[in-house]
């Protein structure tokens, strides 16, 4: 029987030779535009938000520019996203926070990041380590699903999952494992339609036990 800690020695070596180098899938060019992207995604596909972004940015890429739009017009633009009428309210009132207290720059902390309207503790923690290289394990249904199916994690819940494989790995490979994962499910390990034996990590841990 193999212990967590061997499980997920494995799962990273895979990852590692799948997806060496994985780069952020949402367009943006500093912290802010990226928090928007993130904010965004929420429901939403990449795909659809790199759709839907230029168009927005075009008209305010700065908390400022932003700040100055009505919530109207935002959801106009966004609207393809989904819950556009509460994503427009907070990217709206956000963008006022920014400016008023945080001098138009986006705060590097968890605490500060999760204050801000639409900013939940996922999203938080996507800009802290993408934005700012702060070690941070966000995780989405991919990861949640993943970390349970290769039993890293019970999966109860995404704080649980969170928490288990931030002890399994080592935090400095964190970031990079927050979309090495991300890609990993997408491509080898979906949710609906999964084949063991496509999947190098599935595959490879059933030969592990």
Not at 1 to 28: G, S
Not at 48 to 72: D, G, I, R
Not at 159 to 175: G, R
């Amino acid at each position: 029987m193999t212990t967590k800690k061997q499980r997920a020695a494995f799962v990273q070596k895979i990852l590692d030779e799948k997806f060496p180098n994985p780069d952020i899938p949402l367009d943006h060019k500093d912290p802010f535009t990226l928090l928007i992207a993130v904010l965004l995604s929420a429901q939403c596909t990449d795909k659809k938000v790199n759709e839907v972004t230029p168009k927005l940015f075009t008209l305010a890429s700065t908390p400022k520019a932003m700040a100055k739009l009505s919530s109207q017009d935002i959801e106009k633009i966004i609207k393809p996203c989904g819950l556009a009428p509460t994503k427009s309210k907070a990217i709206q009132k956000l963008s006022k926070i920014l400016v008023e207290s945080y001098n138009s720059y986006v705060p590097e902390t968890l605490a500060e990041l999760e204050h801000l309207p639409g900013v939940g503790h996922k999203t938080a923690s996507v800009v802290l380590c993408q934005a700012f290289k702060k070690p941070a394990f966000p995780v989405d249904t991919h990861i949640h699903r993943c970390a349970k199916r290769w039993k890293l994690s019970s999966g109860k819940n995404v704080t649980q999952t969170e928490k288990d494989l931030k002890k399994l790995f080592p935090k400095m490979s964190w970031i990079k494992l927050h979309l090495q994962i991300i890609y990993f499910a997408r491509k080898y390990c979906p949710a609906k339609k999964h084949v063991v034996e496509d999947c190098p990590i599935c595959l490879g841990l059933k030969d592990l036990s």
